[in-house]
């Protein structure tokens, strides 16, 4: 399970030098629902798109998941995630 230290992330990009882009999980949800919101009032639901924008990836913030993006991009340690 992921430690509670760590933030949310929504995304894990490697950079080439080797450091971690971590795109956090609170962020990636409120650019989406913005954006979201302003394709969709072309056409009257912008808050329509803009609550699906908020809800879209909310199940990431679930530990196991965090767990799961950390683990197959990379940056996961054991002892970062209270394992010996």
């Known amino acids: 399970m992921a ?3 760590l933030r949310p992330v929504a995304h894990l ?3 080439p030098d080797g450091s ?3 795109h956090d999980l609170k962020d990636h949800l409120i650019h989406v629902a913005e954006k979201a919101a302003l394709f969709a009032d072309e056409f009257g639901n912008g808050d329509w798109a803009k609550a699906a924008g908020v809800l879209h990836d909310l199940g990431k913030y679930n530990p196991q998941w965090q767990e799961y993006i950390r ?5 996961y340690s ?3 995630n209270g394992q010996d």
């Open 71 to 75: 683990r197959s991009n990379g940056d």
């Open 20 to 22: 971690w882009e971590i």
């Open 78 to 80: 054991e002892e970062d």
């Open 3 to 5: 430690s509670p230290s």
């Open 13 to 15: 990009r490697e950079n």
